[in-house]
Structures are given as C-alpha cells and as structure tokens.
C-alpha cells in the first residue's frame, strides 16, 4: 500500500513541476497568452463551467455516446473472437477481410458514415464501433489461442462436455487478453468520439473544443482537452480496477 502511494505521489511530481514552470513563463510574459493561456486562467474558466454547469452537459453526452460505442463493440467483437479462436477453419476465410480493414484509419470512414447514417448519432456510433472493434477482437482471438495446450488434454481426458470447456476453460484464461482489448478499445473509442464531435455535432467535449476555437477562447480549448485527458485517463484506470478486482489470480 505504501508503495502505492509513493509511486502516484512520483508520477504527480513531474506534471506539477510542469504546471509550475508554465504558470512562471506566463507570469513573466515570456509566452503570448492568446496562444497559451496562463493555468490559473485556464482553472478560472473551468470554475466557471463547473458553476453554471454547462460542461455536465458536454461529458454527459460523451459519456453517454461512450458507452454505446463500446456496447455494440463488445458485442460484436468479443463473440466474433471467440467463434474464430475456437473454429480455427472459419480463421482463413475472414481473417483476410479483418486484416485488410484493420489498416484503414478510422476517420477515413467519417464521410462514408455520414453518407450513409447522417450527421446524427449514427455515424458517430459507428465510428467508434469501427475504432475500437479490432483492439477487443484481436485481444479476444489471441487469448483463446493462447489457452495452454495442457489444460484443454484435462478436459478432453474428463470428457468435458464443449460448453464446459467454454465457460471454465476457455474464458478464464482469456480474461487477461481481453481486459486488455477492453482498455485499448475504450482508449480509441474514445478518441475516435472527440474527432466525431469535433466534426459534426452540438455538444459534447469535442463540440466544446471546437467552440474554443470558433470564439478564439484558447482557454476553453484547454478546458477541453484537460477534461478529455482526465476522463480518458479516469475510464482507463477504472477498467484496470476491474480486472484486479475480477482476476486476482492474474495479480498474484
């Protein structure tokens, strides 16, 4: 536990000192404050976004686009993964396909999305969806090939019967992989939700970053992108939270 907090405590030092020498040059009029603002006056307009709530609003909406993103990618990619590690044959006829589209970035779908569902919701789903399919497909795939080849001798010497050997076998040790592909889909869907909203939308943090930059207000851009890092970095450490507590035997 101690040790814990000495290594957050370290991992704080290094933003904090940045923070302070930022705050220094722009005291000092070292930088001009329409291209950086100062972090006190980056906090005021926070505070001030906090106090009327308008930024609630904003996270809200991300949240909320977030977390059906994430529901339909797991749903397909985690199923798709499972068919395709314990089928090996269905492997050679749609890994080509994955393969091919797993090298086309995500936002070169966003006209294509758009064509197809419109400015609203739909195309930012699917672009998140398209973003983080494949960290949690891939992850899925590798940890049911990578279930120890002894493990599925005991079962096959029992005799256990293939839901069995799926739910207390093949899961289990799977798990690890895909906590990872859940945190690496989180993380692109997540970005890929900032570049949707930045795009085409009307609230949202990345509405709210563009808003910055149409009003020139560089402070708000800052709000911005400190509330996506925070948020971000907050999803992220609640999934590895998860895991710990989900797998212990993983944290042995």
């Known amino acids: 536990m101690?040790?814990?907090?000495?290594?957050?405590?370290?991992?704080?030092?290094?933003p904090a000192l940045l923070i302070i020498l930022w705050q220094g040059v722009s005291y000092f009029g070292w930088v001009n404050p329409y291209l950086l603002p100062?972090?006190?006056?980056?906090?005021?307009?926070?505070?001030e976004l906090l106090?009327?709530?308008?930024?609630?609003?904003?996270?809200?909406?991300?949240?909320?686009?977030l977390g059906v993103g994430m529901a339909i990618t797991i749903v397909l990619a985690v199923p798709l993964g499972l068919f395709i590690g314990l089928f090996s044959g269905a492997q050679r006829f749609i890994t080509p396909t994955l393969a091919f589209l797993q090298q086309i970035p995500s936002i070169a779908?966003?006209?294509?999305?758009?064509?197809?569902?419109?400015?609203?919701?739909?195309?930012?789903?699917?672009?998140m969806v398209y973003a983080a399919f494949f960290p949690v497909f891939i992850n899925t795939l590798f940890g049911i090939q990578s279930v120890d080849q002894r493990l599925k001798e005991v079962a096959q010497a029992f005799s256990l019967g293939y839901r069995t050997r799926i739910t207390h076998i093949y899961l289990p040790?799977?798990?690890?992989?895909f906590f990872v592909g859940i945190r690496l889909g989180f993380s692109n869907c997540w970005r890929a939700l900032v570049a949707a909203e930045i795009i085409a939308s009307s609230k949202g943090l990345g509405y709210l970053l563009m808003e910055g930059r149409n009003l020139a207000q560089a402070e708000l851009i800052f709000v911005s992108i400190f509330i996506i890092g925070s948020l971000g970095a907050l999803i992220d450490y609640a999934i590895k939270y998860l895991e710990q507590r989900a797998l212990p035997w993983n944290n042995a």
Not at 173 to 177: G, I, W
């Open 2 to 14: 101690k040790d814990q907090i000495i290594r957050k405590i370290q991992g704080l030092l290094f």
């Open 38 to 47: 100062s972090p006190g006056d980056i906090m005021g307009t926070l505070a």
């Open 51 to 65: 106090f009327t709530g308008e930024i609630f609003i904003h996270i809200k909406s991300s949240l909320f686009r």
């Open 109 to 127: 779908w966003i006209p294509v999305f758009i064509l197809w569902l419109g400015i609203g919701e739909g195309s930012k789903i699917a672009l």
């Open 173 to 177: 040790s799977a798990a690890p992989h």
